[in-house]
């Protein structure tokens, strides 16, 4: 069993910042890419960054410059260090990797989500 789970959501001002977490657990032998994805409210999900476990980011055009992806491989750990947050901002978080798991195959995983708010 892998499990992924976000923290770090909630309610900002416009303008304020955030940091999400992702923590990896369970039957790992090794982690890919890791992605954070958003979803709006009444949108589909989208890729927000995404990073290798090289260190390889890229971060979406609508986020560049106030977004920061990094990682924590020998905690197996995601960040998302979000600045200057725009109610544009305002959706579910969710957080991606690909995974091989001890004695399995490579599939990606998903986690339940945070809410991150940001009032106008």
């Known amino acids: 069993q892998v499990q992924l789970v976000e923290s770090g959501g909630g309610l900002v001002q416009a303008g304020g910042s955030l940091t999400l977490s992702c923590a990896a657990s369970g039957n790992i032998f090794s982690i890919n890419t890791m992605a954070w994805y958003r979803q709006p409210p009444g949108k589909q999900r989208e890729l927000v960054a995404r990073c290798t476990n090289a260190g390889s980011t890229y971060v979406a055009d609508s986020v560049k410059g106030r977004f920061t992806i990094s990682r924590d491989n020998a905690k197996n750990t995601l960040f998302l260090q979000m600045n200057s947050l725009k109610p544009e901002d305002t959706g579910v978080y969710y957080c991606?990797?690909?995974?091989?798991?001890?004695?399995?195959?490579?599939?990606?995983?998903w986690g339940q989500g945070t809410a991150v708010t940001v009032s106008s």
């Open positions: 991606k990797a690909a995974i091989t798991r001890l004695f399995g195959g490579l599939n990606d995983y």
